[in-house]
């Protein structure tokens, strides 16, 4: 089982900005993608960044220019530097990863707790 604790949420005004973490702990042989979705009140989960072991990065529309995503390999840790936040950007925001147990095991999906991020305007 692999176990993802993310950190970093908060309350703030718009235009400020916010870094969250997530590390990813348990039996973990390797990592594929990591990265972040959220979810709005009343909205689908949504993509926000997602990061390949070899640095492919992929953001939603609406976050490029503003956000950044960048992991740690050693320390199975990603992180997302948020900054210019706007209150549409106000989510519970998921980690998560794509892992194997062993090397000869299926990669899993896992997802993290969630972390709230709120963004008054």
């Known amino acids: 089982q692999v176990q993802l604790v993310e950190s970093g949420g908060g309350l703030v005004q718009a235009g400020e900005s916010l870094r969250l973490s997530c590390a990813a702990s348990?039996?973990?042989?390797?990592?594929?993608?990591m990265g972040w979705y959220r979810q709005a009140p009343g909205k689908q989960r949504e993509l926000v960044a997602t990061?390949?072991?070899?640095?492919?990065?992929n953001y939603a529309d609406s976050v490029k220019g503003r956000f950044t995503i960048s992991r740690d390999n050693a320390k199975n840790t990603v992180y997302l530097q948020m900054n210019s936040l706007k209150p549409e950007d106000t989510a519970v925001y998921y980690c998560?990863?794509?892992?194997?147990?062993?090397?000869?095991?299926?990669?899993?999906?896992?997802w993290g707790q969630g972390t709230q991020v709120t963004v008054s305007s």
């Open positions: 998560n990863c794509e892992a194997r147990s062993t090397l000869i095991s299926i990669y899993r999906n896992y």
């Open positions: 348990g039996s973990i042989f390797s990592i594929n993608a």
């Open positions: 990061v390949t072991p070899g640095g492919r990065i």
